[in-house]
């Protein structure tokens, strides 16, 4: 082709054909005419709303991604965000009672320090279902020593919703294990004992420690006193 029509300026009245026009005529305009292509290939169809989508993670770049989010981009996690039409779910790729606790659900325990959409959702929904398994004590408390320090880092964390999610899932695991976590609690009653005196966090802390009173038997108690003083305990 000759170097002209390379650098040649296309009139600005000039029609363009559009594909999609079928057997019309090249002077016909389209509605989709002067509309960036990049608006046409997302617009929402009627359908859209009948077949939700699950999330998909290599949508957008995986530069600057934390390591849990970057473990769920790259399969890791064994579940999809699945966009329901009343409420988020997760969605196994396979049941979570054959989910292998090590080490998914310890992945789950460091991704709830997420505070970014969905991968904060994902580590505590994850977290919750994978110990409301059958037998999730038996897998869990091998796995005990390697929960205490990322349990921990949700409980010392500056975001509110972070210290809520830590707060939750020490709570439910101390319903799972019971007084095998009894040999933690001073790891995680440590940033515990640092928010105890702030008025925002004391009735949520102080529910936290009943449980971990209740569920860990007699040996807790001493070892929560030694932490937070002001503790009352539940038996009086």
């Known amino acids: 082709m000759a170097s002209w029509a390379k650098s040649s300026p296309t009139p600005r009245d000039a029609p363009r054909f559009n594909p999609n026009q079928g057997g019309r005529g090249v002077g016909v305009k389209s509605k989709s005419d002067g509309i960036p292509p990049s608006r046409l290939a997302f617009k929402a169809r009627p359908s859209d709303k009948l077949n939700p989508k699950t999330f998909d993670p290599f949508k957008n770049s995986q530069k600057h991604l934390s390591p849990f989010a970057n473990l769920y981009a790259n399969g890791g996690v064994p579940c999809r965000l699945f966009h329901g039409s009343v409420k988020h779910r997760l969605q196994w790729d396979i049941q979570p009672e054959q989910v292998p606790f090590n080490p998914i659900l310890v992945a789950l325990a460091d991704g709830l320090r997420e505070t970014v959409h969905p991968y904060m959702f994902i580590a505590e929904t994850g977290f919750k279902e994978l110990l409301e398994v059958q037998n999730a004590d038996e897998k869990t408390l091998p796995l005990l020593p390697r ?83 002001t503790y009352s305990s539940i038996y009086g």
């Open 147 to 229: 929960l205490a320090p990322p349990l921990r880092a949700a409980l010392g964390h500056d975001n509110m919703s972070v210290f809520e999610r830590g707060l939750a899932a020490t709570i439910q695991l101390s319903d799972v294990v019971g007084p095998a976590l009894t040999p933690h609690l001073k790891v995680l009653l440590m940033p515990l004992a640092k928010r105890m005196m702030d008025k925002k966090y004391k009735e949520r802390i102080t529910e936290c420690l009943q449980h971990l009173e209740q569920n860990c038997g007699r040996d807790a108690l001493p070892i929560i006193k030694s932490k937070v003083p």
